[in-house]
């Protein structure tokens, strides 16, 4: 299903479940610590699908261990990203020469938390989606902006090091299963490169909301 919204040059795997025969390599163990079983099972089934993800990139198994504010660690010269919620997990990954950065994420098709678009929504993106909620009644906009933000600093975070709060990008969803998104954000000065938009893409389907976005690298 993620495949669906991801460019060709991105290899990805989904699950709808966990996965039995999925096993984590002993630095992953090690990395997970000790911890409860639901969150014990998504991180291991998600780094099943990133393995099968590398592999279709033509690239062997190998462990991915969370690195900096929880970033996942690919291999050199691999981008990538992970997602999971209940009942889903998926990873995507790419070849660092021709994907500057990507992030993917998954969110139950449900709103949002009472009150909780206040806090993650401008005003102008809230003003929007009340008119694509009129329009567009079966899809949970609040929940779906939430989802694009997500995938955002998914994909900025690993370029840039940097937090970026639910006010440092605005996000136009459009109906037609895309979205762009404008960084807020000033450049920091030693990152003149740093992404001052993104383009994205949405799903709404089985429950499940995906988004994803995708940069490039420009030559
Ligand atoms: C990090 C964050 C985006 C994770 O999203 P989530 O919906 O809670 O959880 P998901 O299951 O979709 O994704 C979790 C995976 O994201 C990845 N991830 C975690 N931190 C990350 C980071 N800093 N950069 C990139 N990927 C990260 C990891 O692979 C993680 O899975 P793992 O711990 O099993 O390896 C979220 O918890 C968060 O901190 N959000 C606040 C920042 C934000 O979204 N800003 C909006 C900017 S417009």
Redesign the pocket.
């Known amino acids: 299903m993620i495949n669906e919204i991801l460019p060709a040059a991105v290899a990805a795997a989904e699950c709808f479940g966990d996965a039995p025969e999925a096993a984590l390599y002993p630095e992953e163990r090690a990395a997970l610590g000790e911890t409860g079983e639901a969150?014990r099972r998504?991180?291991t089934t998600?780094?099943h699908c990133a393995r099968r993800a590398l592999g279709g990139l033509g690239l062997p198994p190998a462990p991915?261990l969370?690195?900096?504010?929880?970033?996942?660690r690919w291999p050199d010269g691999v981008v990538g990203?992970?997602?999971?919620?209940a009942g889903y997990?998926a990873?995507a990954v790419a070849h660092g020469s021709g994907m500057r950065t990507l992030?993917?994420?998954?969110?139950p098709h449900e709103p949002l938390m009472e009150g909780l678009l206040d806090y993650?929504g401008l005003p102008e993106e809230r003003a929007r989606l009340a008119g694509l909620a009129r329009q567009y009644p079966d899809v949970h906009w609040d929940r779906l902006l939430?989802?694009?933000?997500?995938?955002?600093?998914?994909?900025?975070?690993?370029v840039t090091q940097r937090?970026?709060?639910?006010?440092?990008?605005q996000?136009s969803l459009l109906p037609d299963g895309t979205f762009h998104?404008r960084?807020l954000v000033a450049h920091p000065p030693e990152q003149p490169a740093a992404p001052g938009a993104f383009e994205g893409r949405w799903l709404a389907r089985n429950g499940l909301l995906l988004a994803c976005v995708a940069e490039p690298q420009h030559v």
């Open positions: 969150r998504e991180f998600v780094r991915l969370p690195g900096v504010r929880g970033a996942p990203s992970m997602t999971h919620c997990r990873a992030g993917i994420d998954a969110e993650i939430f989802c694009a933000k997500e995938a955002i600093y998914k994909a900025w975070f690993p937090w970026l709060g639910f006010d440092g990008a996000v998104a960084i």
